[in-house]
């Protein structure tokens, strides 16, 4: 120190420090990307410094790490008037990434269809795996084995395995099989027909491609509505109608065939004739009854006449199904016809050819003969009663 006057001279040495330099690594963690890291550093300005890599074992890296791990980032500076010059290992990650795993396209298809592809599509190259799980009763998803084939609701589960990179994880999609079409139906209409006191035979089935069961019945229209029968017989507008049961992979489905059967015309297959005392008469449907009278137009009764000339009436009552018939013969009892049906009348010892007709009877035996059909050969008139239809 050096006085002068009533100052003091002090010299002084000051000496200023350096500092360590800011270095901050913004940036210890990533999520794998695929590319090389790139730190986000904080350091002071104008700092010169240079960049390392290595893992945290400290085993160096030839260039920025790309893959999954734990590393560190080696900052070297320079030295400056300010600032020391250091290394700072700062600690990083590379984390790994979601595999970003999803199923696309149409799942559902109907059954016997080609089942559409499932392939689940990821980031990852991990192994993909599949489960698949069905709907059951409860409601609940249960776990079944290959992928389902047959109709219902179903869901798959992709599995992606965890790899260096990248996580594993799993995605899932509900699909369905639909039912599809039995393509049942009936190969042979009904035709439209007049009674004929037969039923209908069930119609030809084609199965198509079900297996469920199926139901034939018979619905008959009454007063504008369909009534179930047992059969298609009578008179009336039918439909027979298929049902077809749902297999499972095939949907129930209803087929149907509507037909009429209209009135029949009736008609006498066998005239009414009279022999031995029994009136016999056949008609092409229903029952023939005989009723008797002493008059042609009547009164007529079930009791036969004690008068050996009478007429009887033959009838067949008007239904639904058929119409009615009626015949009405005159009965001359005077002469009976033997049991062996030969007429006593005809002269067999005649030299001619026997006649073949009425005129050629009368012109071999007199003018009351006549020919009968019934016997082939000639008889008296009176032995063959007239026969009058209605």
């Known amino acids: 120190a050096v006085k002068s006057g009533s100052y003091i001279d002090v010299t002084l040495d000051l000496v200023i420090n350096k500092i360590d330099p800011t270095i901050i690594l913004k940036n210890d963690q990533k999520v794998y990307d695929g590319s090389a890291f790139v730190p986000e550093l904080e350091i002071d300005e104008g700092i010169r410094y240079t960049l390392s890599y290595q893992y945290e074992n400290g085993s160096e890296l030839a260039e920025a790490p790309i893959d999954v791990g734990n590393y560190e980032l080696v ?21 790994k990434a979601d595999p970003e795993i999803y199923i696309p396209g149409r799942l559902t298809y109907k059954f016997g269809e080609t089942a559409p592809e499932i392939k689940a599509l990821s980031r990852s190259p991990g ?54 079409d039995p393509n049942v139906q009936i190969t042979t209409l009904i035709p439209d027909k007049v009674y004929d006191g037969k039923k209908v035979d069930d119609p030809q089935i084609d199965h198509g491609d079900s297996e469920g069961k199926i139901f034939i019945e018979w619905y008959k229209k009454s007063n504008g509505k369909w009534l179930k029968v047992d059969e298609a017989k009578d008179v009336g ?25 209209t009135k029949a015309e009736n008609y006498w ?26 008059k042609e137009e009547g009164p007529y009764t079930d009791e036969k006449p004690s008068s050996s000339i ?3 009436k033959a009838i067949v009552i008007d239904t639904e199904n058929y119409n009615g018939l009626e015949m009405i013969i005159e009965v001359n009892e005077r002469t009976s016809i033997s049991e062996d049906k030969t007429p006593p009348s005809i002269k067999p010892d005649t030299d001619k050819e026997l006649p073949q007709s009425d005129e050629e009877c009368a012109d071999v035996f007199g003018k009351d003969y006549i020919y009968s059909k019934e016997y082939g050969a000639c008889i008296i008139r009176y032995l063959i009663p007239d026969t009058k239809t209605k």
């Open 75 to 95: 900052v070297s500076t320079s030295e400056d008037d300010f600032h020391k010059g250091l290394t700072k290992k700062i600690a990083f990650s590379i984390k």
């Open 310 to 312: 009478f007429y009887i």
């Open 237 to 261: 507008e039918y439909a027979v109608v298929l049902f077809v049961l749902s297999d499972g992979n095939h949907y129930g489905d209803i087929e149907y065939d509507t037909f009429k059967i």
């Open 269 to 294: 297959k066998k005239t009414l004739t009279y022999d031995n005392g029994i009136a016999q008469a056949e008609a092409a449907f229903g029952e023939v009854s005989y009723v008797y009278s002493l």
């Open 127 to 180: 192994v993909i795996s599949y489960e698949y799980f069905t709907l059951n009763s409860n409601l609940n998803w249960e776990k079944i084995g290959d992928r389902p084939n047959n109709a219902g609701i179903y869901m798959v589960k992709a599995i992606v395995d965890e790899t260096k990179n990248y996580k594993a994880s799993s995605t899932s999609r509900i699909f369905m099989v639909m039912a599809s």
